[in-house]
């Protein structure tokens, strides 16, 4: 089994920053891809950020020039930097991985638990 867990959500002012983190843990082989989603409420989930295995990144529109996702394979472990926080970036954001356990299994996609951040105006 494959467990994520991120931590620093938070209360911030806009204009602020915070650092989300996830850390990977269990039997695993390989991730691929590791992203960033939130959801504010009464919305859909959506995707904030994505980075490959390789340290290729995509960003959502609202947040690009703003957000920062970085990864450090070692530790199964994916970043989000959040700089210049927007009362609409308020929402429970959550971490996911495309895992690979054994060399005969496929990539299967994890979620974390999710972590709220609150950005006060």
């Known amino acids: 089994q494959v467990q994520l867990v991120e931590s620093g959500g938070g209360l911030v002012q806009a204009g602020g920053s915070l650092r989300l983190s996830c850390a990977a843990s269990g039997t695993i082989l390989s991730i691929n891809v590791m992203g960033w989603y939130r959801q504010a409420p009464g919305k859909q989930r959506e995707q904030v950020a994505a980075i490959t295995s390789g340290g290729r990144t995509n960003y959502a529109d609202s947040v690009k020039g703003r957000f920062t996702i970085s990864r450090d394979n070692a530790k199964n472990t994916v970043y989000l930097q959040m700089n210049s926080l927007k009362p609409e970036d308020t929402a429970v954001y959550y971490c996911?991985?495309?895992?690979?356990?054994?060399?005969?299994?496929?990539?299967?996609?994890?979620w974390g638990q999710g972590t709220q951040v609150t950005v006060s105006s």
């Open positions: 996911n991985a495309d895992v690979a356990q054994t060399y005969y299994s496929a990539f299967y996609t994890y």
